[in-house]
């Protein structure tokens, strides 16, 4: 007891000990009553789900059969979309002014136009990676014939 009062004095009692725990214990309680069960810090989870729901690339065929069919091609280009673009039912002459401007736009955007076949041509905006090209395979399979 009277080591109690002299512990007590200096501050060191076993009594206040039991005190701070049950006074950090209580508001510890107080504070997480407040919240509900399932409130849980998630900032950094991402649901699997939100990427199955995003915006899919697009890669869009074009025959044009007139000059001005150039400015359909050019705009899905603007949109982030591939355009495959086939001039088998234009003259010579009215494909290349297109191939001209769509390689204009695909040099602006930083984008890539490539000759896949006769009167065949794919133009990617940025986004998009080609691998490869058609040219090269129909030279490989030349040489094993």
Sequence with gaps: MAFDKLGRF????NDDDE??????????K?????LPLNSVSR???V????GLNSAKSKIVLYEPRVY????????????NKAVVINFSRMEDSSARRIVDFITGTVYA?????QRIGD???????PKFVTDGKISDLVDKKDNLS
């Design 10 to 13: 200096f501050g060191i009692s």
């Design 19 to 28: 005190l701070e725990k049950e006074e950090y214990t209580t508001s510890n």
């Design 30 to 34: 107080d504070e997480n009553e407040n």
């Design 43 to 45: 900032d950094n989870i």
């Design 47 to 50: 649901s699997i789900k939100s």
């Design 68 to 79: 001005s069919d150039a400015k359909d091609v050019a705009q899905n280009l603007l949109n």
């Design 109 to 113: 955007l930083n984008g890539e136009i």
């Design 119 to 125: 009167k065949i041509f794919l133009a990617t905006p």
